[in-house]
């Protein structure tokens, strides 16, 4: 598909991440307004309280002039499309009603981005072959790096919304039990080896009942878009506490998400097959049609006073389970789903080791440490590290962008 012309002029630049094309959606606010919806188009934001009260819009009355986009969510997927076919249509080069659209547009510059939506539930997967294999070789030997359930089915483990934040917001260190090397008793202190993790969040628009599971394919249509997600971990913690339930408070401190919902239907265009299957798949996960996405994934770390490296890149289409078998998968017992409720991918990672995810992969636990340009070297995160994400699937002469998705770390507290 090629880029779609809009009056907005900034939408049609190349390097915009937010052609007409994209239009995510968010949430922002102003110096003299409080956070209502808006639609990204260029540099600027459609606000979509002031479109829907000159009479633009009319899905639902008070819909926009909310902080959150759960109520046009729980619409379903028939008002989805309606609403994407009537913006694509009043942002187009040709719309008849370009003057009274023009009002309601916001520089971005001079706006705040929050939260997207209200987030109900956060579910953490572990969805990447590549990331497992790495981190189960680390850990158990090349030997046993997948345990035996991980080629069939979705592995994953229940999060905290409470602690998912905007990009932008600090990150302050956590601290917990860790075990020192070579001492025989736990200590409780500031994680020493903290870390993120590069992923792609899947937005579950419209939900499902207790007690009934959905296919794969209804859970594709239930996903009603994408965000970056850094879900920040902390791997000494982590270490000692995983044992035998999996993570907890390594990762309960902060996941970060970025400010924009890409929708699943601008991303349509980019999707991509699973990979080949190392056994066959049970009826409720079987694949029934490309459900990955080809959008290319980076990560970087800026020091305190430091100069910004690039410190990963891959590509989403590297996933070994799609977002829509996470989400079957997820229902399969009979689980509620519910609008809001926010699925990670787990580390998106690669063959080579410039695609790995996080740190502990890149660095192989701290034994190969990342050397920069201007002398700096990293094995885990520092105290005034800032890690920004950034993904785009790219068009002809456009890209559908995400926007960032960044953290700055802040030293521990001295106390619990």
Known sequence: MPLLPSWVASANRPDTPFPLNNLPYGVF???DSPPRCGVAIGDMILDLAAADAAGMIGLGEGLFDQPRWNGVMALGPDAWHSLRRLLTALLAEDAEDR??????????????????????EFTD????????TNVGTMFRGAENALPPNWPHMPIGYN??????????????????QLMPPG??????????KLDYELELGAVVGTGSSMGQGVTVDQADAMIFGYVLLNDWSARDIQAWEYQPLGPFQAK?????????????????????PTPPRAVPLLPHLADT????FDITLCASLTPENGTTETICETNFAEMYWSPAQMLAHH???GCAMTPGDLLGSGAVSGAEPHQRGCLLERTWNGAEPLAFRDGTRRSFLHDGDTITLTGAAHGDGYGIGFGECSGRIRPARETP
Request: aromatic residues 8%.
């Open 159 to 176: 999060g905290r919304a409470s602690t998912v934040v905007v990009s932008g917001t600090e990150v302050i260190r956590p601290r917990g």
């Open 99 to 120: 003057a009274i659209l023009e009002p309601c547009l916001v520089p971005m510059a001079d706006a705040r981005l929050h939260l997207p939506f209200t987030i109900s």
């Open 183 to 192: 001492a025989t008793a736990p200590a409780f202190g500031a994680s020493r």
């Open 331 to 333: 229902s399969s017992s």
């Open 289 to 292: 049609g490309p459900a990955l």
């Open 252 to 272: 309960a401190f902060a996941t970060t998400i970025s400010p924009w919902i890409v929708t699943a239907a601008a991303l349509a265009p980019f999707r991509c």
């Open 125 to 132: 997967f572990y969805a990447s072959r590549h990331h497992a």
């Open 29 to 31: 606010s102003t110096a």
